[in-house]
T-cell receptor
Framework: DIQMTQSPSTLSASVGGRVTITCRASQSINHWLAWYQQKPGRAPNLLIYRASALESGVPSRFSGSGSGTEFTLTISSLQPDDFATYYC?????????FGQGTKVEI | QVQLVQSGAEVKEPGSSVKVSCKASGGTFTSYTLTWVRQAPGQGLEWVGGIIPTFGTVHYAQRFQGRVTITTDESTSATDMELRGLRSDDTAIYFCAKGAVRLRLSYFEQWGQGTLITVSS
């Protein structure tokens, strides 16, 4: 199985600040990586697919980069609505696997 | 755009089985990955299994092999997940999700609202 490791597990940031979350795969997944945002009691919401493609309707302050085994999600200017938990997910192969999540706190 | 609506919350006794349903409306789903993901209280997302109905092959996470069955019914545009031999650590919210790319493994752009399954005696 491909292991996905996110860091950090939790981060504290301020409104207007820049946030970077890292996701590492245990083997190459090319660019088959997605990022989701999840708020308590809600289903995950797709932000980024194919490592860097912005899902329709997602604000441009979200961006993704990387390929192979190392990926990042960046929020350029944190907004109050962005405080949530973020997950990466590989879809290179079965079994699908998620990172353990990064909680972005105030 | 497809919307996914799941069946309601259930409380089950240890050792019993549960079937969670997910009905798609507003579009087709047979060519897309349908997957089940669960989230235990305060924990992260865990993939349970998935299928592309056109191909018919179901893939399951190793830890659920033998305990879970995922089926689809094209006539009702629904997918079901049955989990047997329930244990207390199966208590979780179970989500269905639909892939975004036809006929291949994909990321998930549509999700059901989630179904809370509580396992307790």
């Amino acid at each position: 199985d491909i292991q996905m490791t996110q860091s950090p597990s939790t981060l504290s940031a301020s409104v207007g600040g820049r946030v970077t979350i890292t996701c590492r795969a245990s083997q190459s997944i090319n660019h088959w990586l997605a990022w989701y945002q999840q708020k308590p009691g809600r289903a995950p919401n797709l932000l980024i697919y194919r490592a860097s493609a912005l899902e329709s309707g997602v604000p441009s302050r979200f961006s993704g980069s990387g390929s192979g085994t190392e990926f990042t999600l960046t929020i350029s200017s944190l907004q109050p609505d962005d405080f949530a938990t973020y997950y990466c997910q590989q879809y290179e192969t079965y079994p699908l696997t998620f990172g353990q999540g990064t909680k972005v706190e105030i | 755009q497809v919307q996914l609506v799941q069946s309601g919350a259930e409380v089950k006794e240890p050792g019993s089985s549960v079937k969670v349903s997910c009905k798609a409306s507003g579009g087709t789903f047979t060519s897309y990955t349908l997957t089940w993901v669960r989230q235990a209280p305060g924990q992260g997302l865990e993939w349970v299994g998935g299928i592309i109905p056109t191909f018919g092959t179901v893939h399951y996470a190793q830890r659920f092999q033998g305990r879970v069955t995922i089926t689809t019914d094209e006539s009702t545009s629904a997918t079901d997940m049955e989990l047997r031999g329930l244990r207390s650590d199966d208590t979780a919210i179970y989500f269905c999700a639909k892939g975004a790319v036809r006929l291949r493994l994909s990321y998930f752009e549509q999700w059901g609202q989630g179904t809370l399954i509580t396992v307790s005696s």
